[in-house]
DNA sequence: GCGGCCGCGCAAGATCATTGCGCGGGCCGA
DNA sequence: TCGGCCCGCGCAATGATCTTGCGCGGCCGC
């Protein structure tokens, strides 16, 4: 299933909506080169395809008073499927969490979480994080600034440069 | 400036904006309770004083045939704002990392990256990043599966939730 | 009490979304 | 080669949405 029915068209509209996810079909069709109509069923179609998985505006953490960001590199002590299911789910309640990766290699789980102050983050780690159960180590790092964030480049162009260069 | 002059409104429409970017003012006019034309002065506004970032589609790499998600783990030799502003610049050209942050700590700079399959992600990363000037050492770990990803619960909720609970 | 200011809601014109429909090109079998 | 089928495009029309100007009412300071 992975990229295979796609024309270019198609990747054109999801580089275009990865770009500016609230873009008008008009001006979406506009850019790719068809009429509304036709970009609108296109639309629809890798939505439901799955290639988009949804719109959503990107709020600024910082502005909204969350002035911390944390990585947080997570080793468990017992790795069973269960065990791991159940890290996951505890994740899901902590709001601080913004997002959690199921990793390989020494470390499980790699968490980016966020706090409006430090020691509102480091209440969470003592007292949530560290003490949740199966947990064997914490290594956490403060996000000074960010370099690059998604969408860096639409992923149509990062097929084309991975194919030219590598 | 930080969260300063935001009403419950205004939080509303960044939690909804945020749950789905693409929701139609109307809708979004309806849901936090006032009518259409001041819903969007106010959008407007959140956008251009920053709090809105911008509107993006999500599109599922793995469809697109990225089947690889890797975390790497960048140490520099040198630390200086130069370097690191070098390094920055650097990763901006490389298509297949996606984010990139700068962390306090041992590791310097902690990067998400995509690729089609293993054997492209590993010459990237022999060729390009550990081979990249100043760059101390790599230590990477491959994605197993995403436990939760932004936007997870709405920062409205995350303040809500930090204020009763910690 | 009173004037100024701010943000809301109403109304209208422009733009956009969405559906049905006809047309043309590519493909396959006769 | 030639029909017939199928798929996707573009046109057209209707309804919804966007966007702006404007008037009203509440709130604050004088």
Request: proline content about 4%; overall charge neutral; charged content about 25%.
């Amino acid at each position: 299933m992975a990229g295979a029915k796609l024309d270019d068209i198609d990747r054109k509209i999801l580089a275009e909506l990865q770009a500016d996810g609230r873009m008008t079909n008009v001006e979406l069709a506009r850019r790719v080169g068809i009429s509304a109509p036709p970009c609108l069923r296109r639309v629809r179609v890798l939505e439901e395809l799955g290639y988009i998985r949804g719109y959503h505006a990107r709020i600024d953490a910082r502005e909204l008073g969350f002035e911390v960001q944390v990585f947080a590199m997570v080793r468990l002590i017992a790795q069973s499927e269960r065990d791991l299911a159940a890290f996951e789910a505890q994740v899901q309640v902590w709001p601080l969490v913004r997002e959690c990766h199921m990793l390989n290699g020494e470390i499980d789980f790699i968490l980016k979480c966020v706090a409006p102050d430090l020691s509102t983050f480091q209440r969470f780690l003592t007292s949530s994080l560290t003490a949740a159960p199966n947990v064997a180590s914490v290594k956490t790092s403060l996000v000074i600034r960010a370099s690059k964030t998604e969408p860096a480049v639409p992923f149509e162009v990062v097929e084309e440069r991975v194919r030219e260069a590598g």
